[in-house]
């Protein structure tokens, strides 16, 4: 394993990160709810009735890049993956994070700071899998 | 009405984090993934920025026993480890690990306005609408 210094952003991360927790914070201390992403849009595909707190919740994530450019430029979002592999590894992520009712949101960021011991399992079970995945994928098949 | 806003925010926020920490581009998330190759450490101080002010709160709110707008805390109960879990969060991580994304990013940088961001979204809604066709107990967990 080499550092990649250059791309290392220690700053940008850790104040993006916080205000991740911050905002994890703010819907359980005033809604009660847990932010997690998959079990936020999974309610609405259950059409469960209180919709309304999750679609403005989903609304509040589609619109943030648009009050970014109010004050900045977008930072660069680069997608390398072909379209196959994207509608692969979107049909993983949906059905999976459903399964395992929660994803990085909800079992990262809310279940750890609840210190849940599933939380911590999924938390590292995904990670171990993602780490895997980028291994064979870049240095077995592609090396 | 109080708690769309408060949900709208708290997304808002949660967006915003996403994209100054880096988590809504895939080419970090990836960097983060390749532990073998040119390891970019960054994704790990998301987590921990997160965690470091989601934990106190959490607790803190979780003591108090309602929101702040009075509203029930709505917990998970289940803290087993089974199966699902651990299927679950595997599939979730093998697609992490091809794409780059997790389902809150996928919406964000769907908010950028890219289309290959939002064929992912599109793959991850039917892959959550694919889970809930073939769950028998949705039923009982849309009650």
Known sequence: MTIDWIAFTPTTAL????????????????????????????????????SSWRLAFIAGLLIGPLVWQIFATLPATKIEANYFTLITAGLLVGFGTRLASGCTSGHGVCGLSRLSVRSLGATTIFMAAGFATVFVMRHLLMG | MKTTITALLAGLIFGLG?????????????????LAGNWDPSLGLVMFGAIAVGLPIFQLIKSRGKSLLGKPLQLPTTSKVDRRLVIGSLLFGIGWGLAGFCPGPAIVATGTGQQKALLF????????GLFHLSNPKRIQAAG
């Open chain 2, 121 to 128: 979204t599109l793959a991850m809604l039917a892959g959550m």
């Open chain 1, 15 to 50: 104040a993006g990160g916080a205000l991740i927790g911050l905002a994890s914070a703010l819907l359980l201390a005033f809604n009660g709810r847990i932010a997690g992403i998959s079990g936020v849009i999974g309610g609405l595909i259950e059409r469960r009735p209180d």
């Open chain 2, 18 to 34: 996403l994209l100054l920490s880096g988590m809504a581009n895939p080419q970090k998330v990836l960097g983060f993934l390749d």
